[in-house]
């Protein structure tokens, strides 16, 4: 997904401390193997690119721009600056391992300003649980504490099967940067530290209950993991040592615009108990947030109350403060059977953080807890804040801005049941492209024209990859969402232009993920231009430049084994994120918008993409049963 706009570029030459992240990530000996016989990105063929991006815009600018951008082009390649840029890009390439990932994890992440909660960091919602009492929840989470200690092994012991998609191996670089790693704010721009690198790797994870944080080390002194058993008392002592409610909820500090929280955050760690707090907090395995009960709401809005809890924590009042927004990995647990995770987006895309959830689902439904005799632990360590009153005044500042947040994201969690890929496929379709044009049907509906879309297309074909973008709108889109709204056209044209767009859209899909979508070259282009200190080329100053990268639907497919959904907030004030998992026989869809906006509305944009689901199947149907 997108969740951030490109700023910046990298200011060259920064010296980076030891356990920071790398442009290459560290990868242990033995994935090296698979690791180095994989290809390098390639940098597509600038006439290539400038062909595709004219067609690109075709469908969502007007034909004066259009024509205005077709001179731009013209000049950028046949004046000489567009060859410049692109060999500089392929000695780019020719130099480093990927010419693109440190880029993109700069410009996209790190530079960013925006807050982390619902701007960048995805939620995932879980299937809801249901605790018959305080217990319940302890070990469920202590089960879950425990399938990601076994999921861990394996990045540990270099034993994770490696990833496959349409039969080619993926770079799994990213699965090494998920544990024991933190975003650090910095008051123009953030870094990544991962703690995994380093001599002494951590032993310990957070957790988080009424706003308080622990430190819960759980490997025993040989080494080995603590029991699903050993965990649960230990949760248990945590709970009870942190009952009092009126904590001041600093975690919530966080949550804020990165510059705010920059600056806080050196106010915060100017003490030193602080310091050794945030520290611990950072280089933790992971952490995982004990949350109070949320209002009960109806069954019916029960997925999307979890996935704004999911992204936001609910407001200052409830969950917000039960969180370290910048850490990658946070399980959420509440009390009253919510559960799902927020992880923090520089280091990994969606799919290996689902798979780790396939892989702990999985382990907690064989696990059962097994009651041996224990070795007394040591209670967990509480991690103690001193609230100086500039502290409390940048914590009230959060929780006010944190409070907006919450009343301007509109969630809508679509549970769709009446089919999944099943059908698509019947009709030999990719449920993927199906998907995507359903919902450019329901955009077309509500707003009578299309917009610029990104559906995120994995890069991990290459080295270090990361994603470029899958542009759904295309003139064959266009032209099957306009038939579908006109009467004059027959069922069979309608069914034969939707077949034509599929198409189009697998074709743009296969192109992405073997390295030759328009995207991140012309990103590439801009920054080496930024980076050369040239004047920055007409084409990226042009309106229509600007209307590509407005993105109105932001979308992705993250599908896994487990019955869940990935959600994120809009890419633009306003927009929709889009994410969805497309399982078998029904599909999960999660939508937001922002209230702020007029124009977009969660629940009926959800309304309308299952209405655009169900008149595709029905036309696909109605159609092949005529020529029966
Ligand atoms: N007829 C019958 N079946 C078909 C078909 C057709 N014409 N086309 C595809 N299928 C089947 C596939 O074989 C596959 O089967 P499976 O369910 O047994 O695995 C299934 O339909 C899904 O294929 P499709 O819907 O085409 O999607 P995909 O799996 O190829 O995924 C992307 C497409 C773009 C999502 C994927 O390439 C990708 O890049 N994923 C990563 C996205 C990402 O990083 N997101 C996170 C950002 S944070």
Redesign the pocket.
């Known amino acids: ?1 997108l969740g951030v706009l490109v700023r910046a570029a990298l200011r060259p030459g920064v010296v980076r401390p030891r356990h920071l992240v790398r442009p290459v990530p560290q990868i242990p000996a033995r994935s090296l193997v698979h690791q180095e016989g994989l290809p390098k990105l390639p940098v597509p063929p600038l006439k290539q690119t400038c062909e595709r991006y004219l067609a690109m815009l075709e469908p969502i600018v007007s034909k004066e721009e259009l024509e205005h951008t077709q001179g731009l082009v013209e000049e950028f390649l046949k004046g000489g600056v567009g060859e410049r840029l692109q060999k500089r890009l392929e000695r780019r390439g020719h130099k480093t391992e990927n010419w693109l990932s440190e880029w993109w994890l700069q410009s996209a992440y790190l530079d960013s300003r925006m807050p982390l909660a619902v701007y960048t960091s ?1 939620g995932v919602v879980l299937p809801r649980m249901h605790f018959h009492d305080r217990q319940g929840q302890m070990r469920f989470a202590a089960k879950l504490i425990a399938g990601v200690l076994e999921f861990k092994k394996m990045i540990d012991n270099n034993t994770l099967p490696v990833e496959y ?1 349409g039969g080619k191996p993926l770079c799994m670089a990213q699965y090494y940067q998920i544990l024991s790693s933190s975003r650090v704010p910095g008051p123009k721009k953030d870094t990544l530290v991962n703690h995994a690198i380093g001599k002494k790797p951590p032993t310990h994870i957070t957790v988080v209950h009424n706003f308080q944080f622990f430190v819960l080390d759980v490997y025993n002194s040989d080494g080995s993991p603590l029991t699903v058993d050993q965990i649960y008392m230990q949760l248990e002592k945590i709970w009870n040592s942190s009952l009092q409610t009126n904590k001041e909820p600093i975690g919530i500090l966080t949550s804020q615009h990165r510059n705010t929280w920059g600056k806080a955050y050196n106010n915060l760690i100017k003490d030193k108990t602080n310091k050794e707090s945030v520290r611990s907090i950072q280089k933790s395995i992971f952490a995982v947030c004990l949350d109070a009960p949320m209002p009960s709401v109806s069954d019916e809005l029960y997925h999307s109350r979890v996935a704004a809890q999911m992204l936001h924590g609910g407001g200052a009042r409830w969950n917000s403060g039960n969180r370290w927004f910048d850490k990658t990995l946070q399980f959420i647990v509440g009390e009253d059977g919510t559960c799902g995770l927020v992880y923090e987006h520089a280091p990994s ?3 290996p953080i689902v798979f780790l959830i396939d892989y702990v689902v999985n382990y907690m439904q064989k696990t059962e807890m097994v009651r041996a005799p224990m070795v007394p632990l040591a209670m967990p360590q509480k991690l103690r804040f001193n609230i100086t009153p500039e502290v409390k005044r940048d914590i009230e500042k959060a929780k006010q801005n944190m409070n907006i947040m919450v009343h301007d994201l509109d969630v809508k969690v679509l549970s769709f049941s009446h089919f999944g ?1 099943n059908v698509p ?1 019947r009709h ?6 199906f998907v995507q044009m359903a919902l450019q049907l329901a955009y077309f509906r509500m707003y009578k024209t299309c917009c610029s879309t990104y ?4 890069l991990r074909m290459f080295k270090y990859g990361r ?1 470029d973008t ?1 542009r759904t709108v295309t003139v064959d889109s266009l032209k099957f969402v306009q038939a579908m709204e006109d009467s004059a056209h027959k069922d069979t044209e309608k069914v034969a232009l939707l077949q034509k767009a599929i198409q189009t859209h697998r074709e743009y ?1 296969n192109n992405a ?1 073997h390295g030759q979508a328009i995207d991140r070259h012309l990103l590439g282009l801009k920054l080496q231009s930024i980076e050369d200190l040239t004047s920055m080329p007409e084409i990226f100053m042009d309106t229509s430049y600007a209307v590509a990268l407005h993105y109105n639907l932001s979308t ?3 599908s896994s084994k487990t019955d869940c959904v990935m959600c994120f907030g809009p890419a633009v004030p306003d927009g929709y994120g889009v994410c969805y998992n ?1 399982m078998e026989e029904h599909i999960n869809i999660s939508i937001t918008a922002f209230n702020s906006c007029e124009e977009t509305h969660a629940a009926k944009f959800a309304q309308v993409v299952e209405d655009a689901l169900l008149d595709m199947r029905a036309l696909l149907e109605d159609t092949a049963k005529a020529k029966q």
């Open positions: 997904m995805p998609l895309e969606g799919p890929k496929k030999q379709m990719s449920p993927d492209a559906e995120s297309a994995s994603t899958i899909t993920i992705s497919q993250v497309p």
